[in-house]
């Protein structure tokens, strides 16, 4: 099952988690004591580029019923369309612009160039799913209500589908979240979902059927003769638009490292603790200065987590200050490359999407699904190579089993846990199959045995019967 006790899993007390909470909380106040005009000259660049972009990729299109003006007008409006989706529309509606008290750019009143409206996108994931990262039944964004991405959640016959879901979401991806935030507002509105007629939909018509008139009739009209090609090359901007969100979106929050909750750690969490959960329910992707752009820099999505109203422009310098936490407290910090992390994402979609029984691994050691009883009994069996508890003893002070680093003496903690239960399983696996090879050989040996005294018995049984032959 998910995580139920964080101090546990994490292998930290009491004093520790608050210590670092604390460290959060400085690392938040120096960023924020230090914002000024460097950022506000970021953000602006950042709005000029993106609007500069956009304008060049509608006057291409114009001869758009030329292939190359076609190709350039799409690319150039799908870059723009990234980075107002990714690093203006997110992060403004996050609030991190806030501090300026520009209106342009405050969160009260920018309005993304996506289907959904931001208003009930901010309600749903600004405070749900930042609350209540990754816990069970309370975070609305945990597979989106269609996929499956833990084994705490029951298989269905229709998780079967779940390859083909994950394709028309990753295709149609502001639809999707459009359509899932507005069924979170109604959940928490109280709203009857057959009232039709409720607030929640009326505005997300309005904001749906806006996007679609200005995507698909407006902008292709304005082309006049090129309006067939205006509208396929706009089709296809959305589509690579919803593509790399939809990337971004699950390479943060569902490779192997980004771990689950239960609603029993949630009950009682301090802030400290709340912190924690958001460095391990997180993971990073490695990425230089020009795809972070492209990203909304989530390609740091722990500092995102920790601190989801800071400016990202600040994400890769705080990012240097909490690995330095995490090998302080000895804690994972998930990242890799964006393949990679996608991949991790993508084969947890296909595998669960598999009923339980036909899984190797158990809820507790799966790679998408830690928890605390990961490391619960972790202990090593006597191998045919350990004859005595002293050998045993030995190699576990050889492999550094034991709970402080012998070296250095610090604190050793989830980190180090995870290595050593990877050894122990490891070695339990060697110890499980010698045992099978040495039953396997007392198994063979026992049928030569009783193949000789068959052979042996046989023998005497044709000697007395040529004894009675001769006799006779």
């Known amino acids: 099952m998910a995580i139920t006790d964080i101090k546990t899993f994490a292998h930290l007390t009491e004093a520790d988690i608050e210590t670092l909470g604390q460290e959060l909380d400085t690392i938040r106040r120096n960023v924020e004591l230090s914002l000024g005009e460097r950022d506000a000259k970021y953000i602006r660049r950042v709005i000029r580029a993106q609007r500069v972009l956009e304008a060049a990729g509608r006057a291409t299109l114009f001869a758009s019923r030329n292939r190359w003006a076609w190709l350039g007008g799409t ?3 799908s870059v723009a369309k990234i980075i107002e ?9 996050h609030g991190q612009w806030d501090w300026m008290n520009d209106p342009e750019i405050h969160s009260t009143t920018w309005e993304w160039d996506m289907t959904g409206a931001s208003a009930q996108w901010k309600t749903a994931h600004n405070y ?49 979240i459009a359509l899932h935030d507005l069924s979170a507002v109604k959940e928490q509105q109280g709203v009857d979902p057959k009232d039709w007629f409720s607030e929640p939909n009326k505005e997300f018509w309005r904001k749906a059927g806006k996007q679609v008139v200005k995507d698909f009739v407006i902008y292709p009209a304005l082309t006049g003769p090129a309006w067939k090609s205006t509208l396929k090359a706009n089709a296809t901007a959305n589509l690579v638009r919803n593509l790399w969100a939809y990337a971004v979106i699950f390479c943060g929050h569902f490779p192997d490292g980004a771990q689950k909750f239960t609603e029993e750690q949630f009950e ?23 795809m972070a752009l492209m990203s909304g820099n989530l390609s740091f999505q722990i500092e995102h987590h920790l601190f989801p109203d800071i400016p990202s422009n600040r ?9 330095e936490l995490c ?43 830690s928890s605390e009883r990961k490391f619960a009994g972790v202990t090593l ?27 250095t003496g610090e604190r050793r903690g989830l980190r180090s846990a995870m290595q050593e239960a990877k050894i122990a399983l490891k070695e339990k696996a060697r110890h499980e199959k010698e045992v ?19 052979t042996e018995k046989a023998g005497r049984r044709r000697s007395l019967k040529d004894i009675l032959r001769r006799s006779r």
């Open 128 to 176: 749900s799913h930042h609350t209540y990262t990754n816990i069970l039944d309370m975070d609305e964004d945990l597979g989106f209500g269609i996929l499956r991405m833990t084994r705490d959640e029951e298989w269905k016959p229709i998780n079967l589908a779940q390859p083909v879901a994950n394709l028309v979401l990753a295709a149609l991806f502001e639809w999707g």
């Open 315 to 323: 994400y890769a310098e705080v990012s240097v200050k909490v690995k």
């Open 268 to 290: 009682n969490e301090t802030q400290g603790e709340w912190y924690l959960r958001q460095m391990l329910g997180s993971a990073n992707f490695e990425a230089g200065p020009a």
């Open 85 to 93: 989706n990714m690093e203006l529309g997110h992060n403004i509606s």
């Open 75 to 77: 690319a150039l409006l």
């Open 381 to 407: 069996p006597p191998l045919p190579s350990m004859p005595s508890l002293q050998d045993g003893q030995e190699w576990l002070a050889e492999h550094n089993w034991t709970g402080v680093d012998p070296v």
């Open 327 to 369: 090998d302080k407290y000895d804690l994972p910090y998930t990242t890799g490359s964006i393949a990679k992390q996608y991949l991790l994402a993508f084969r947890t979609i296909h595998k669960l999407a598999l009923p339980d029984q036909w899984l190797k691994r158990t809820s507790d050691d799966a790679p998408e699904t």
């Open 436 to 454: 099978l090879r040495e039953a396997k050989l007392s198994l063979q040996e026992k049928a030569r045995h009783e193949k000789a005294l068959l």
